[in-house]
């Protein structure tokens, strides 16, 4: 069976310092692979995607990267983190079936304070 | 950019009461998935509907779509108190690569 591994589960950092947040899957190959990031209350933002290794698609320009070193690794990275990174941050992935999303299968977050 | 946008943002009821929240896209779409999330949590796939078919089921839910509308509403039947999450809807952005979800609707039911 499939299963997503997303850590930490929570992390406080001060502002300025790098950032390192990693997901690994697990019963697939080849899956999109994606960064989420929700504010309190609110929906969830895309931050990036990846549909295979080494390629990487940003949607919001901002602090961050993102890089697929492995089929099934995905990291959210930032050099200097900004207090506006703070929030909760999902990875997830999926697979396209004759070129359609399917489901989504979603990491336990990261939630993140950036002090 | 914001795909689906559901309404509305927050919804009380008692249990046993039904629930609905609706949801509006902007542009054409494969198929329309619904998620749930408790609270501190990741998002949990709860059903997934195409775009040739206007009504689906799974348990207690009921999902519609209208494509001619944009819109699709999810209905839950019997409301319990562990229904208490929020819900949100999904469509691919346009090149087709990734989910993009709406704000979603907060729902308490309470006992």
């Known amino acids: 069976s499939q299963t997503i591994h997303q850590w930490p589960a929570t992390l406080v950092q001060p502002v300025g310092s790098p950032l390192s947040l990693e997901c690994t899957v697990e019963g697939t190959s080849n899956p999109n692979l994606y960064w989420y990031r929700q504010a309190a209350g609110r929906g969830l933002q895309l931050l990036f995607y990846?549909?295979?290794?080494?390629?990487i698609s940003s949607e919001v320009p901002q602090n961050l990267s993102a890089s697929r070193p492995q089929d099934r690794q995905f990291i959210l990275s930032s050099k200097k983190l900004l207090l506006s990174d703070s929030g909760f941050y999902l990875c997830?992935?999926?697979?396209?079936?004759?070129?359609?999303?399917?489901?989504?299968?979603f990491g336990q977050g990261t939630r993140l304070t950036v002090v | 950019s914001q795909q689906g946008e559901e309404d509305p943002q927050a919804l009380s009821i008692q249990e046993g009461e039904n629930a609905t929240m609706n949801c509006s896209y902007k542009?054409?779409?494969?198929?329309l998935q619904w998620y749930r999330q408790n609270s501190g949590r990741g998002l949990v796939h709860l059903i997934l509907?195409?775009?040739?078919?206007r009504e689906k089921h799974s348990g207690r839910l009921r999902v519609t779509l209208d494509t001619s509308k944009k819109s699709s509403s999810l209905l839950i039947t019997a409301s319990r108190a562990a229904d208490t999450a929020s819900y949100f809807c999904?469509?691919?952005?346009?090149?087709?690569?990734?989910?993009?979800f709406g704000k979603g609707t907060t729902l308490s039911v309470s006992s």
């Open positions: 999904a469509t691919a952005n346009q090149a087709g690569t990734a989910l993009i």
């Open positions: 997830a992935w999926s697979v396209l079936r004759a070129r359609r999303n399917t489901e989504a299968f």
């Open positions: 509907i195409r775009s040739n078919e």
């Open positions: 542009t054409s779409i494969n198929n």
């Open positions: 990846s549909v295979g290794i080494g390629q």
